[in-house]
């Protein structure tokens, strides 16, 4: 159903709430830096907490483990945990972030519990060596340093005593200043390993060894100015005569948290066009006379996915513990645990009882069923051939039991060469015969390459390829690393990578809960929706569902350009990960063209973008923003006939 104009701008304008404070930092979820944010381009620097231990091994600190959980302070940029180095001797850190329009302040501290023999702690800055090659470095009263081309006589190219220092780019586009609370020993160091290769800043914070109770601390501040780039303008091209696969639309994961209400505001704010939930059976189990709350959340949200129309898969993450090879063995969230031989009966039986209920009692079918990454066993692990067996198993019982369930093939994790996964049961006619679609995890990333693979796998089955979980860090939740403006961007930009190059007929944000939620709840209990929710909805709202995508292109890496047609409704995607520039797109209908567009500091705005004309349209980009376009082909020949005032459809 197409909304009205009236219900359009009544959305717009809930976006425009007051927007948070601009970002100067991103960070992963130990709380290391990740990158400096500035209205150009993001510089991707990298920072760690490390003990130099007598003979010179470092070891890094900022290590979360299952024994040694790292813990963020609620609402704040502020971060602590434990270590513990070879010897046994044990300590803690402490790391807080202060964001302000001067910069970016980050202090350091470590506490001994024991004493701890060291030959020091440092503060390390990770730079990228393309950005500074053949710059500069200098601080106050000192000579200039190179920052060398060439491997240098000793990797340390720099030591001195300095409370400041500013690092200069060859070409001076990107200047960061650093300064500390008083003088600290700072090293740079020409970095080449396995791991790696940058430009290490390494200052200080204690010299020898840290007796019980001591405590260490290093207060740093960073300014980066500059831009990456002379801003010419880019170059975009679509190609409206190719159409390069059928694309349902998007949509979200609900498989847990689904009493929460930023769950039932997703459900009400957001077009879902794919979803997925968990098939909680180790619930189940105990709770199939009287399910309970949990249960029946899933159960209605499925039931409100089929009032919507909109497909779903259901998953699997565990199973009740008599169904293992090792039951009451491991823990819960141990990997790869097998189903017990003897027990397949068991399984079917208790999947087959949850679907017949949902069925019964719900009105609802799930369109495809899976265990939750099976290739890595989250945690119930198949290995290929396995996996095929598996889907012959569930989908013969599906059918003798009349249900419509198929097999979803794949739900690997992630999208790196996993494809091969899936190649038994591809082989196998019997399992294929059961199976509805293919699907992967996007977790961590892939190349232009990998991403197209699972697409090929699709095309060659001539099956719907799915993104079941679309996501950028599988560590973020530990800490909330996801609730920023920044990793809103790099779910965007891993949207626009998966579009242009693995070719899926749906995809699956994790998650529409409160689970990398896209809105917080206030103070007052009321859902507040984040920058990253309005980024989201230029995809799963804008985007026409059951569309074609159109063949397009850019001739700057850091603007990606995706576009999909629905009849004569055309909807560009434009992704500007750099500086403010011009756009120039070629290809066009000509058409008069709405916009809406989010940056870090104005979300969903809507605004007239122009008339393409000999299907050219110029725009100006915002820095680090979203812009979305939207025109109904032949709408400039009506905008022109229409009367003033009016409004075209």
Request: overall charge neutral.
């Amino acid at each position: 159903m197409t909304p009205t104009i009236t219900t359009y701008w009544m959305t717009v304008l809930l976006a425009c709430s007051a927007a948070a404070a601009v970002e100067k930092a991103a960070y992963d979820s130990t709380g290391r830096i990740i990158a400096l944010l500035s209205e150009a381009e993001d510089l991707e620097v990298t920072s760690s907490l490390v003990a130099v231990l007598p003979g010179g091994k470092r070891v890094p600190l900022q290590v979360r483990t299952p024994r040694r959980p790292l813990r963020r302070e609620p609402g704040r940029l502020a971060w602590s945990g434990s270590f513990e180095l070879p010897d046994e001797s044990q300590g803690r850190f402490q790391l807080e972030a202060a964001e302000d329009a001067a910069g970016l302040g980050y202090t350091v501290a470590v506490t001994a519990e024991t004493r701890l023999e060291l030959e020091a702690v440092e503060f390390v800055l990770d730079l990228p060596r393309p950005v500074f090659v053949n710059g500069r470095m200098s601080s106050e009263g000192g000579a200039e340093v190179v920052l060398p081309a060439v491997k240098p006589a000793d990797p340390v190219f720099y030591r001195g005593e300095i409370a400041s220092l500013r690092l200069a780019g060859a070409a001076g586009a990107w200047v960061l200043a650093v300064s500390f609370e008083g003088p600290h020993a700072v090293a740079l160091v020409d970095r080449w390993e396995p791991r790696g290769r940058s430009y290490q800043l390494r200052a200080v914070l204690q010299r020898g060894p840290l007796a019980a109770g001591a405590a260490a601390a290093l207060k740093a501040r960073f300014r980066l100015t500059g831009k990456a780039g002379p801003g010419a303008a880019c170059r975009l091209a679509l190609n409206n005569s190719k159409p390069r696969y059928r694309f349902d639309g998007f949509g979200g994961n609900y498989c847990w948290s689904n009493q929460s209400p930023i769950a039932a505001y997703t459900l009400n704010n957001l077009k879902i066009a794919w979803a997925r939930t968990e098939m909680k059976l180790f619930q189940w189990d105990k709770e199939r006379d009287n399910p309970g709350a949990a249960i029946r959340a899933d159960l209605e949200v499925m039931r409100r996915f089929h009032q919507m129309g909109a497909p779903y898969v259901i998953s699997i993450w565990w199973l009740p513990e008599r169904l293992y090879t090792d039951p009451h063995e491991k823990p819960r969230r141990a990997h790869f645990r097998r189903i017990d031989p003897e027990k397949w009966d068991q399984v079917l039986e208790l999947v087959g009882s949850y679907l017949l209920y949902a069925k019964r009692e719900y009105s609802v079918e799930p369109d495809l069923f899976s265990f939750n990454e099976a290739n890595i066993g989250v945690y119930v692990g198949f290995d290929p051939e396995d996996h095929a067996r598996a889907i012959k198993r569930f989908g013969a019982h599906f059918r003798k039991l009349g249900l419509k369930t198929k097999m979803l093939l794949g739900d690997a994790t992630g999208p790196r060469d996993t494809h091969n996964y899936v190649l038994a049961a591809a082989a196998d006619p019997e399992a294929m015969e059961f199976v509805g679609a293919v699907a992967f995890h996007s977790w961590g990333g892939a190349s232009a390459e990998q991403y197209a693979a699972w697409g090929d796998v699709g095309e060659w089955l001539r099956l719907p390829l799915l993104v079941t979980e679309l996501g950028v860090d599988a560590a973020s939740y530990h800490t909330r690393a996801w609730d920023s403006f920044h990793y809103g961007l790099r779910e965007a930009r891993m949207t626009q990578e998966i579009l242009l190059h693995a070719r899926p007929q749906g995809a699956q944000f994790w998650q529409f809960t409160n689970d990398y939620g896209l809105a917080r709840l206030g103070t007052d209990g009321k859902v507040e929706p984040t920058s990253r929710f309005w980024l989201m909805k230029h995809f799963t709202d804008l985007t026409p569902p059951k569309s074609e995508a159109l063949a397009t292109s850019s001739d700057q890496p850091r603007v990606l350009f995706t576009a999909f047609r629905a009849g004569g409704q055309h909807t560009l995607h434009i992704l500007n990960l750099g500086g403010a520039r011009e756009a120039v797109i070629d290809g066009l209908p000509d058409a008069e063209w709405r916009a809406v567009e989010t940056t870090e500091t104005e979300h969903y705005q809507a605004r007239q973008a122009g008339t393409s004309g000999e299907g050219k349209l110029r725009l100006n980009l915002a820095p680090r923003s979203l812009i979305t376009l939207r025109a109904q082909a032949g709408s400039a020949d009506q905008a022109a006939s229409s009367p003033p005032g009016a409004v075209v459809h």
